[in-house]
């Protein structure tokens, strides 16, 4: 049988093709890698900044004496009596829905925990 050549018009483009087709797929996945890894590094770029001579500093102390002046409370509140019964306000009742109309007097509450009734609390609720 005699040796039969093929015509290979066609795989040369399409492997020049595939080639250039890979080269633009990384091209682009490292561009985007890059600009990734870029915008990683900005976001700690505080790790190795250097802190100026001694105004961080300053500026630290002045933040943590700031810190505590907001954190101050605004009043203390002084506890009530302890109530005799349920520490609830409003009328015993129920609404068009069925929800209790009552609802827990805060004070009232807060008396039992300051004053450490805890028994009275687990009976009551």
Request: glycine share 6%; charged share 20%; hydrophobic share 45%.
């Amino acid at each position: 049988m005699p040796h039969v050549q093929r015509k290979e018009s066609g795989r040369g483009l399409r492997r020049l093709l595939v080639v250039v087709g890979a080269v633009v797929l990384v091209a682009v996945a490292s561009s985007m890698a890059l600009a990734w890894g870029r915008r990683q590094i900005e976001a700690f770029r505080w790790l190795w900044a250097e802190p100026a001579s001694g105004l961080r500093q300053e500026s630290s102390a002045a933040a943590k004496a700031a810190r505590l002046h907001r954190q101050k409370p605004v009043a203390e509140l002084a506890p009530t009596a302890p109530p005799a019964d349920l520490p609830l306000l409003g009328k015993a009742s129920t609404d068009s829905c069925g929800m209790p109309t009552q609802y827990v007097d805060g004070p009232a509450l807060r008396s039992l925990l300051f004053h450490k009734e805890h028994a009275k609390l687990s009976r009551i609720f």
